[in-house]
T-cell receptor, first 111, second 113 residues
Framework: SQQGEEDPQALSIQEGENATMNCSYK?????LQWYRQNSGRGLVHLIL?????REKHSGRLRVTLDTSKKSSSLLITASRAADTASYFC???????????FGKGITLSVRP | IAGITQAPTSQILAAGRRMTLRCTQD?????MYWYRQDLGLGLRLIHY???????GKGEVPDGYSVSRANTDDFPLTLASAVPSQTSVYFC????????????FGDGTRLSIL
């Protein structure tokens, strides 16, 4: 069963616009991670945010975590056509647990 | 280039046949994982290994087996393939067990007829 649920399922934007993707989860977590998957390739880790952190940045990526609402958002600023991919959130519930992945969001960035 | 190598990249297999998917990593990571990815269902964990010599069952282990004889290799075996095992299979690794970031291979696309 999926712990993380991404929203929306699909997003289409124009190059240069910002893309915001959301992830909600049901039980308490140790950390939350975002991954990108290009077509025909494996997942690539983007960023990890711990349960005691509220915001994290990495280049054009900004991740927020609201543990009271059990939700996270991934913001990609100034999107590029190369950002076209599927994005997954994954939650870790404890030190010895395994990551649980959501079903993913398909992002299309139009040139 | 360091990373995970999966083989074969794709395979068509008759139902009832035995198949082993290979996975090798050169990062000396302790933990390794096998997932299947199906449209509409996302990634589901099949089996994992926290360290060489140990394995554990994930969310969907039935019909699959794994072994971890050494740090680098983590093969996945389908003893008698069935059409419902048609999927894309990903191997991943992390430095330690637990909720650490995972590195993924590029997958094996398996079709069972």
């Amino acid at each position: 069963s999926q712990q993380g649920e991404e929203d929306p399922q699909a997003l289409s934007i124009q190059e240069g616009e910002n893309a915001t993707m959301n992830c909600s989860y049901k039980t308490s977590i140790n950390n939350l991670q975002w991954y990108r998957q290009n077509s025909g390739r494996g997942l690539v880790h983007l960023i990890l945010i711990r349960s005691n952190e509220r915001e994290k940045h990495s280049g054009r990526l900004r991740v927020t975590l609201d543990t009271s609402k059990k939700s996270s958002s991934l913001l990609i600023t100034a999107s590029r056509a190369a950002d076209t991919a599927s994005y997954f959130c994954a939650t870790g519930r404890g030190a010895n647990s395994k990551l649980t992945f959501g079903k993913g969001i398909t992002l299309s960035v139009r040139p | 280039i360091a990373g995970i190598t999966q083989a074969p990249t794709s395979q068509i297999l008759a139902a009832g046949r035995r198949m082993t998917l290979r996975c090798t990593q050169d990062m000396r990571h302790n933990a390794m994982y096998w997932y299947r990815q199906d449209l509409g269902l996302g990634l589901r964990l099949i089996h994992y290994s926290n360290t060489a010599g140990t394995t554990g069952k994930g969310e969907v282990p039935d019909g699959y087996s794994v072994s971890r004889a050494n740090t680098d290799d983590f093969p996945l075996t389908l003893a008698s393939a069935v059409p419902s095992q048609t999927s894309v299979y990903f191997c991943a690794s992390s430095e330690m067990a637990g909720n650490q970031p995972q590195h993924f291979g590029d997958g094996t696309r398996l079709s069972i007829l």
